[in-house]
């Protein structure tokens, strides 16, 4: 089993002929109290002072609260020792729809934190004919062990993430993308459309933890707490053949600080997740071959 990595396609607004989510209100000059908030470009704006006419990021009177619903799902995420992780996700009444042109060539899709009851992906180009047509059905993974009784009132628990990696869309083609939950709201956290990488064996013992983790505030000698949050990692061992060895630390490299999405054992999907490489190292070496521990800190 191969370890299959996505670092998520950069998707701006020039990429989004068209969906349904619509624009939060857009900045303009004027008067703005405490809590008011307004979008430039992709991002939202609060107002932290009592009243302020400054723009959105020129001064101090406004922080960033992260992208506009729109764009959330694509929100290039960066963690680790470089910045803080901002938790973002895309939301909308009955639906999610996109329809995304102007990319490179896509082998793999994957979402996560879904709410959705189907997912629809079609990829096409200029000549007739469908690059791809496909609908999945969201399954219910809660655990009822064979009882009538939980399976009657337990309520259900949907899978959270959805992940395709054997595509073959070319580069220029249109991607349709609709997530389907009518009669309630459709969301998603990341969406992550990319080129995926593979390399060497995904070998025995693959782990995978979940920690508490603690968000805190200081200020000056008062220490707050603000959220407590379990956070997963997961650690690979893998074996890479055939001098994968450079290409795969050249990857690393990039990939520091970068959430992408990281695939282990088809048969293991709790092992596939999006988040940072926190620690990769050499774990032996042998010519032709060498194995690496790599640690991913999810989102």
Known sequence: MTLRIIRPLDIREANIVSTNLALETEWTAGTYSLGDTARVGEYLWEVSAATTTEEPGTGTDWFSIGPANRYAAFDQQFGLDKYRIVETVTRNADSIEYELTGLTRVSGIAMFGIVAQSIHIRASQDTPGDLMDMTYTVKDSTSYNGSMWRWLFLPQSFERKYLNLDLNIPAGATIE???????????????????????????????????????????????????????????????????????????????????????????????????????????????????????????
Do not use: C
């Not at 795969?248 to 695939?263: H, P």
């Not at 999907?269 to 042998?286: C, K, M």
């Open 177 to 299: 993308i609709t997530l389907d939950n009518t009669g309630g709201t459709a969301a998603v956290g990341s969406m992550a459309l990319g080129v995926v990488d593979e390399f060497g064996i995904v070998t025995t013992k693959p782990v995978r933890s979940i920690r508490s983790r603690s968000i805190k505030k200081t200020d000056g000698s008062l220490t707050s707490l603000l959220r407590r949050t379990p956070s997963a990692k997961v650690t690979y061992p893998v074996t890479l053949l055939s001098y994968q060895a450079d290409p795969f630390w050249r990857l690393m490299d990039d990939l520091d600080g970068v959430a992408a999405v990281f695939a282990g054992p088809d048969n293991y999907p709790e092992l596939s997740v999006y988040g940072f490489h926190s620690n990769v190292q050499s774990v032996s070496e042998a010519f032709g071959r060498s194995t690496v521990s790599i640690e991913v800190e999810t989102l």
